[in-house]
C-alpha cells in the first residue's frame, strides 16, 4: 500500500534513483551518453517542480509523476515496483484532475506504451524528436476511457 504527497527538495536523491533504476529497465534504446545528459538536466529540474510521489508506509519513495497543465510529463516507477498498481493509482490521481489527460512515451518503449493503452490512452500523433531534438521519436497519447 502507498501513499501520495508531494515532493520535497529533499526527496531529490531518491527521486533521481527511481528515475535510473526505471530507466535502466525499460528505456534500452538511449544511448549511454544521453542518460547521463538528461539525468544532469533532471536533477537541476525536478527539485524546482511539484512532483507527485508514491510512498510505502515505511517512507521508501516508490514512484513519481510530474504533471503540468493536463499534460503528464514525467511517470516513473521503481523497477521492483512494476506490475504492482503504482503507475494505475499515479495516473488516477492525475485523471481526477485532468480528465482529458494527455502524455507522451517514448516509441521504443514497447511497456510503456502498452500500460498507458491498457488504462484507455489511445494515440494522437507521433514526433520524430523528443523535447530535448534528441533522436527518440515520441508517441502523443491522450486518454478516451476506461478500456
Request: hydrophobic share 45%.
Amino acid at each position: 500500500m502507498v501513499q501520495l504527497r508531494s515532493s520535497t527538495v529533499a526527496d531529490t536523491a531518491h527521486i533521481m534513483a527511481i528515475w535510473r533504476n526505471a530507466v535502466e529497465a525499460t528505456h534500452f534504446f538511449v544511448a549511454p551518453e544521453h542518460l547521463v545528459e538528461i539525468e544532469a538536466e533532471l536533477r537541476t529540474f525536478f527539485p524546482q517542480v511539484a512532483l507527485t510521489l508514491a510512498v510505502e508506509l515505511s517512507g521508501n519513495i516508490v514512484g513519481f509523476m510530474y504533471l503540468h497543465q493536463g499534460h503528464l510529463e514525467a511517470l516513473f516507477v521503481d523497477a521492483d515496483y512494476h506490475s504492482k498498481c503504482i503507475g494505475r493509482a499515479l495516473i488516477g490521481v492525475a485523471l481526477a484532475h485532468y480528465p482529458q489527460l494527455t502524455t507522451d512515451v517514448n516509441e521504443q518503449n514497447v511497456q510503456a506504451l502498452a500500460f498507458y493503452q491498457r488504462l484507455g490512452f489511445v494515440r494522437t500523433g507521433r514526433s520524430a524528436l523528443d523535447g530535448q531534438g534528441r533522436a527518440y521519436p515520441l508517441l502523443h497519447l491522450r486518454y478516451l476511457s476506461p478500456p
